[in-house]
């Protein structure tokens, strides 16, 4: 989708700062990072949210894939005091760009829980 910021990142017409990437995902920095690791887990495939994901007929595989990644991508960017996975669904959710994705966030201790 060529309107679409996360695809063209991930078709290469935009750059970001790659950490991780298979044939399922690409895994890149936030631009504009909360914490001192802010990563983005994107799923190639163009998807809105993760209803979207839920509905699709491979989306169990496809969150498996991404949850069987969490180790690697871990282990690489050294959140070994743990993280935080986020997917904003929704514009009540706080998504702002139209293509899955989570956020994992870490290298500090988080505070400022909301649940
Ligand atoms: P959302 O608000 O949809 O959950 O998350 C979108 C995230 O994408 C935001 O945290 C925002 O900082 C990040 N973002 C937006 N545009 C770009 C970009 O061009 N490159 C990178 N690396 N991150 C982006
Ligand atoms: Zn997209």
Known sequence: MQDCIFCRI????????L???NENMVVFRDINPVAP????????RH???ILELAAAEDGLDLMGAVLRALP???AKVGVT???????NCGPD?????P????HLIGGQKLGEKLL
């Open 47 to 49: 998807i809105k949210d």
């Open 37 to 44: 690791v802010h990563l983005l887990v994107v799923p190639r």
């Open 81 to 87: 005091q743990g993280f935080r996975l986020i997917n």
């Open 10 to 17: 991930i078709a290469g017409d935009i750059s970001a700062d």
């Open 19 to 21: 950490v991780y990437q």
């Open 72 to 74: 690697e991508i871990a």
């Open 93 to 97: 959710g706080g998504q702002t760009i």
């Open 99 to 102: 293509h899955i994705h989570f």
